[in-house]
C-alpha cells in the first residue's frame, strides 16, 4: 500500500484545484484529520504546494486549503 503522504500529494496533485484537509481526509480514508493536516502543511513548506484560505473544491466551504502552485 501506498504511505499516506504520497496519497495526499497525488491527490493534490491530480485534483488541480484546491482541497480542505477534511475533504483529503475522507477522500483517503484517513483515520485522523491531524495526519492529513501535518503531511498538507508539509507539503507547502516546498515550492510545489500552496497552502492558503481559499474555497475548497470538494465541500465548498472556504478553509485552508492545500493547492498545487501555478
Not at 504511505?3 to 477522500?27: F, H, K, M, W, Y
Not at 485522523?32 to 498538507?40: E, K, L
Amino acid at each position: 500500500m501506498t504511505s499516506i503522504p504520497l496519497r495526499v500529494n497525488a491527490l493534490i496533485t491530480d485534483s488541480g484545484g484546491s482541497r480542505c484537509d477534511r475533504c483529503i481526509q475522507e477522500a483517503l480514508g484517513v483515520s485522523q484529520n491531524n495526519q492529513v493536516q501535518q503531511i498538507t502543511s508539509a507539503l507547502a513548506t516546498t515550492r510545489e504546494f500552496v497552502r492558503e484560505k481559499a474555497v475548497c473544491e470538494t465541500c465548498g466551504k472556504t478553509k485552508s486549503v492545500t493547492r498545487r502552485a501555478v
